[in-house]
């Protein structure tokens, strides 16, 4: 890692000082944290920075996003935890992406560090703080890398790193911070805003629960809404298919990965898909989990239906994945896995 720790610095370096260096990040546990560490970090370094996270149905190569950047004034751009592609988003910048997820490209045009093929496989949480440690004194914002890891890692028993946060703030405060961080961007407003806002100011996870700032009781109430969304959620019983196992689910909550992952134990020989009419308007979104035997990317690469964008659908990692289909493709998607009109959505 050291040598990658040296790319980031001479990739920063590059960047125009006179301008911000914007900050594109994922709004999971792992994206809001590697986000937060890039920003104190950079800060501390003496640069200014801006924050941009991304959220429902948003992706960093999509047309509208492209635009967007194109009219910001930047001296770089730094992408966390939102995959990795060939092509840089916006082509021209100098650009640093960081990211753990299967790559879908490898870019020539930008610096990449990815936590793919290493073992254990770092967050990008890690991959951050790891890399930040070039250019500040990091050494108080190891618990933000820590909140990634308990967010994204099954197993987290691996990363000395996370046995050090644990020593020095606590296993249950990280975890109980995790929970509350992730609850507004499944809840059905879907604005991780407050949680980003939260790490950007608190000096550990006992300041995130705490209270003593107001964005705490809006992740409270966000955690709240989808508590009730989960229980009814989970009410609704797997239809089977030869090795696929479908939950269908109509809530505006992001509660299908949660859902996915949960049937997972239970049919360990199965590929669980939890399908979420209900999130975005007019659009299926959807959860794959599978136990060890079955390499997601390859199924979903496998059983891609004609109109899958590439960027919205089997990305991710090989026992976590899903995607965004819109009704006429998921119709031919559910169909060709053997479900019959039960599964099919007016389009
Ligand atoms: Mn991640």
């Known amino acids: 890692m050291a040598a990658r720790r040296k790319e980031f610095h001479d990739a920063l370096a590059a ?27 950079l800060e501390r370094g003496g640069r200014n920075t801006k924050v941009r996270l991304l959220g429902r149905g948003e992706n960093v190569w999509s047309a509208e996003m492209a635009s ?3 009219a910001q004034d930047i001296g770089g751009l730094i992408v966390a935890d939102l995959g990795t592609r060939a092509e840089p988003p916006l082509p021209g910048m100098a650009t640093v992406l960081l990211d753990h997820h299967v790559p879908a490209g490898v870019p020539q045009a930008a610096l990449l560090i990815s936590g793919h093929g290493l073992h254990p496989t770092p967050t990008t949480s890690l991959l951050a703080w790891w890399c930040t440690g070039a250019i500040a004194e990091v050494d108080d914002l190891l618990w933000l890398a820590a909140l990634g890891i308990i967010g994204d890692m099954e197993d987290a028993s691996g990363f000395p790193e996370l046995a050090a946060a644990r020593e020095r703030w606590g296993i249950t405060a990280l975890r109980k911070a995790v929970s509350l961080l992730n609850a507004p961007r499944r809840a059905s407003a879907g604005d991780a805003g407050p949680a980003l806002a939260l790490l950007l100011k608190a000096d550990g996870p006992k ?10 009781a809006l992740l409270q109430a966000a955690k709240a809404e ?22 269908p689910l109509h809530s505006a909550c992001q509660i ?22 209900g999130y975005r308007p007019g659009w299926v979104h959807f959860a794959a989990r599978s136990g060890q035997s079955t390499d997601l990317i390859d199924f ?19 026992q976590a994945s899903g995607g965004a289909l819109l009704p006429a493709a998921w119709n031919r998607f559910v169909a060709k896995l053997g479900f019959g009109a039960e599964m099919q959505v007016p389009a």
Do not use: C, M
């Open 207 to 216: 300041a995130v629960l705490s209270g003593e700032y107001p964005e705490t």
């Open 15 to 41: 960047f125009n000082p006179a301008k911000p260096i914007l900050i594109l990040g994922h709004h999971d546990a792992d994206g809001l944290s590697s986000t937060a560490i890039l920003s104190r970090a």
């Open 68 to 70: 967007e950047l194109r």
């Open 226 to 247: 989808v508590q009730e969304a989960l229980a009814e959620g989970r009410r609704v019983a797997p239809q089977i298919r030869g090795e696929v196992a479908l939950i």
């Open 300 to 318: 979903l690469r496998h059983h891609r239906p004609e109109g899958a964008d590439p960027v919205s659908y089997g990305n991710g990692h090989a």
């Open 256 to 277: 299908h990965p949660l859902i996915a992952q949960q049937w997972k134990g239970r049919l360990k020989d199965k590929v669980v898909i939890a399908a979420n009419t």
